[in-house]
């Protein structure tokens, strides 16, 4: 009997609510269902993905709106729908079991677990029917169902096996010793792994690698090696000039089906985006490319302009599918270019951006042009008046929650974004997401993951902690409003308390306030997002340059040297932990300015012009009462603003002008 309107409707979750009118009789993840499950005596059948998942949708519509199907789901299991971007540590731990029981992972995730929670058997996608080399959804329910009914102490075994796999996997680290050999040892593997003709690393499904571009443009910046900026600009300009990047509306989708980041999975998710924009900003800087430039501004300003909520925060992400197919909203048929530029304008834009009448992509068109050119002033009427006729077509699915530590990645971009490209629009957004996430998705001094229509819940995880953190400290320094710092270092206190294990030498990513899973999860790797421990110990030694409070150096520094020996073995793995260790062992230069506002700005601006990895700014009047510990004590010269740069709080003689301070500051 088809049950309609099931516990889902509830759900804040838009992927939650996607699964509301389903036949199967769906539990949101909770006491309920393993209440039931217990009573019943019935195994639990756990399905993670999210809204802008295509092959979620494609198992949605094939299995789970099917009667037959959902009647066999409901007869033999109590079923639980999650939201892997609400609950990544369900996801965590529940991939890395499916990654022990199938060798590989991906969503939809479908595991199928004792009443206790303890996974049996699971994998991905699976059909309706047997095809694809996959056995069909009912076979494999009714497999999972027999085995939890006739061969239980097989499947406590085996259960007990697997969540070895996964304590095991959730583990992992190569502890060592931190020294400047670990950074030559992962930019000679990644020269290794570099893929000259196309850039990035390795072959197909092709991920942009933010975080370990971040990483070459550091290396570049202190040593100016040719082969290294080669991995940086080819990778760069591939990315942007192909269909991995939206050509009209900016900003980037979550990947390249192909070698060529010229056929994209079409979705489009937040954080991809703060990591991109941000790191096109700084090459746009330190590499002296306005085309990078260019590319970090349409990124952002596509956020503001569709992924803005009115109260300040920012929406997760965009579906990949529009109208029931992948893509549609983004490509194009010659005929309708032509329509819609007329001819005279219409011969340059498709000359550019290699539109013709066989297309490239199932007889469309995916817009890319050749890697580095500039694009032509004949072309931008084009552009504008197309993006104009797309905005009339049926848009991709928006999944409007507000997750916190994605938000903090794009507070942290427009902070950057702010100084580096001088767009005072950029700071405006990250002071109102930054006064967006301390009021409303805090609650009695808790950072909470998720806020919707006005509601926030669910306690946060070690990365809403440290992005949010590190996005409050990047906006400090583009405004030096100390208001910005307090937060950051409260947030990292707390941090600290919830997430620390002084045992283990590490955070984990699951707090103490966090709901008790059949593990605790920890996660090494920056994946997709950096991994919460790499961004947190980020943020624990800029707040030692701004503090010097030796607890947070000492904490940084036991999580460097756990993953020292992963970070020179798999350097693709440890973009954003690469990026803090090199940190760690540069020679960091705290620079603290006081003087009233407009006899300090030709100091100012010294201090926080370029690209300036390796030094940290605090700025204020030399009154006292400063809540930032590098300013305390700090007086002016002879009524003039003056500049202390200073070493790990060993600060030289104090300077009065531009010119003095701007020759302390060469190569930080």
């Not at 993905?49 to 789901?73: K, P, R, T």
């Not at 996801?91 to 677990?113: E, K, L």
């Not at 997401?433 to 229509?453: E, H, I, P, S």
């Amino acid at each position: 009997m088809r049950v309609m309107a099931n516990r889902l409707a509830r759900e804040k979750s838009p992927y939650l609510r996607q699964h509301a009118d389903n036949p199967v009789d769906w539990y949101p993840w909770g006491e309920e269902a393993f209440a039931r499950a217990r009573r019943e005596d019935k195994p639990i059948l756990l399905s993670v993905g999210y809204s802008a998942c295509h092959w979620c949708h494609v198992m949605e519509h094939e299995s789970f709106e099917n009667d037959a199907i959902a009647g066999l789901m409901n007869e033999k299991f109590v079923n639980i729908k999650v939201d892997r971007e609400e609950r990544p540590d369900i996801d965590q731990i529940y991939m890395a079991a499916v990654q022990a029981m199938a060798g590989q992972g991906g969503w939809p995730m479908t595991v199928f677990m004792t009443p206790e929670g303890r996974p049996y058997f699971g994998g991905t996608y699976f059909p309706p029917a047997d095809r694809y080399g996959r056995p069909g959804f009912p076979r494999v329910l009714l497999g999972a169902a027999a085995a939890y009914a006739d061969r239980r102490e097989d499947v406590e075994r085996n259960a007990d096996v697997i969540l070895g796999h996964v304590q095991h996997a959730l583990a992992q680290q190569v502890p060592g010793k931190m020294g400047p050999d670990i950074l030559e040892q992962a930019t000679i593997l990644l020269g290794d792994h570099f893929e000259p003709r196309r850039g990035g690393f390795g072959r197909a499904p092709k991920f942009p690698p933010a975080m370990t571009l971040e990483f070459l443009l550091r290396v570049y910046h202190r040593s100016d090696d040719l082969h290294v900026k080669r991995m940086l600009t080819k990778t760069l300009d591939e990315m942007a000039a192909g269909g991995l990047y939206d050509q009209l509306g900016g900003g980037f989708h979550r990947y390249s089906t192909d070698d060529e980041w010229l056929v994209p999975h079409f979705e489009k998710m937040l954080y991809d985006n703060a990591l991109l924009a941000r790191v096109y900003a700084l090459a746009a800087e330190r590499l002296a490319e306005p085309r990078y430039a260019r590319v970090a501004r349409e990124t952002l300003d596509w956020v503001l302009r569709d992924m803005t909520c009115p109260q300040g925060g920012f929406y997760s992400t965009l579906d990949a599918d529009s109208e029931g197919e992948e893509g549609k909203f983004y490509v194009w048929e010659y005929p309708e270019v032509l329509t819609g530029l007329g001819s005279s304008q219409a011969e340059p834009f498709c000359a550019f951006y290699g539109v013709t009448m066989a297309g490239n992509w199932e007889g469309k068109t995916i817009l890319h042009f050749h890697p580095g050119a500039a694009i032509p002033a004949e072309v931008e009427p084009g552009r504008a008046k197309l993006l104009e006729l797309r905005n009339k077509r049926i848009p991709p699915g928006l999944d409007d929650k507000v997750v916190a530590s994605w938000n903090g990645l794009m507070l942290e971009a427009l902070a950057d974004a702010a100084r580096l490209l001088g767009d005072a629009q950029y700071r405006d957004a990250a002071r109102r997401n930054a006064d967006f996430l301390l009021t409303r998705m805090v609650k009695d001094g808790v950072l909470l993951r998720v806020w919707k229509d006005g509601d926030a819940g669910i306690p946060a995880f070690l990365e809403d902690y440290a992005d949010v953190a590190s996005g409050l400290l990047a906006l400090y320094q583009a405004t030096f409003e100390e208001r910005w710092f307090v937060a950051a270092r409260e947030l990292a206190d707390k941090a600290i308390a919830l997430f620390w294990d002084e045992a283990g030498g590490l955070f984990f990513d699951s707090g103490s306030h966090n709901e008790k899973l059949v593990l605790r999860p920890r996660d090494p790797y920056d994946n997709a997002v950096p991994a919460g421990n790499s961004v947190i110990s980020d943020v624990l030694l800029r707040l030692h340059a701004l503090t010097g409070d030796g607890r947070y150096a000492d904490i940084a520094g036991r999580v460097l040297e756990m993953f020292a020996g992963f970070m020179a073995r798999v350097p693709t793995g440890f973009g954003r932990l690469l990026c803090v260790a090199d940190f760690a062992l540069a020679d960091v230069r705290e620079v603290a300015i006081v003087g009233a506002a407009p006899e300090r700005g030709a100091l100012v601006a010294a201090a926080i012009t370029g690209y300036y990895p390796y030094r940290i700014v605090a700025i204020g009047d030399g009154a006292d009462g400063t809540k930032v510990p590098l300013l305390a004590g700090r007086t002016t010269r002879d009524g003039l603003a003056a500049a202390y740069v200073c070493r790990r709080f060993a600060c030289d003689a104090p300077v009065t002008t531009a010119e003095a301070l701007a020759g302390k500051l060469q190569q930080t």
